[in-house]
């Protein structure tokens, strides 16, 4: 099974989610904005994932500079806590899957976490290439 923590309005959060569909998986998508988060699933999100809430914290496009989270004083509990608040300050998407847990930015992180792949050439919704015609991180050349 594969879990997204999904944003719609989020180009690379799109770019994953079609990654994976093209993959030939059906994702459970979970969208974060309106469920929220409990401070359990951030904290097993984010040890899974090797990151802390200063590590996920997402610092552009979001209230982090408002709340004063981007002072180096402010600790990860802090961050924690106003992530439950304000959902959006936690950088997207997080993606599970049987090969472990990642936040994919960029977007062909999810490659990593998919046993199977889209076809070839295979392109983000910006064009960039990702995966190459002989089915390779386009990266990786």
């Known amino acids: ?32 904005l309106t469920e929220g988060w409990s401070r359990a699933q951030l904290l097993a999100l984010f040890a899974a994932a090797d990151l802390t809430p200063r590590t996920a914290l997402r610092t552009t496009k979001s209230p982090a500079q408002e709340l004063g989270l981007l002072d180096e004083k402010v600790t990860d509990d802090e961050i924690l806590e106003a992530m439950l608040v304000h959902p959006v300050l936690v950088n997207r998407p997080i993606v599970c899957s049987e090969k ?35 089915g390779r991180k386009a990266s990786s050349k």
């Open 1 to 32: 099974m594969i879990v997204i923590h999904h944003n719609p309005e989020c180009g690379t959060s799109r770019n994953v989610l079609k990654t994976i569909q093209d993959a030939g998986y059906t994702p459970v998508i979970i969208p974060y």
């Open 100 to 134: 472990g847990v990642k936040l994919c930015r960029p977007s062909e992180q999810v490659l990593d976490l998919l046993a199977l792949w889209p076809a070839g050439p295979y392109y983000k919704e910006d064009g960039e290439l990702i995966i190459d015609e002989q």
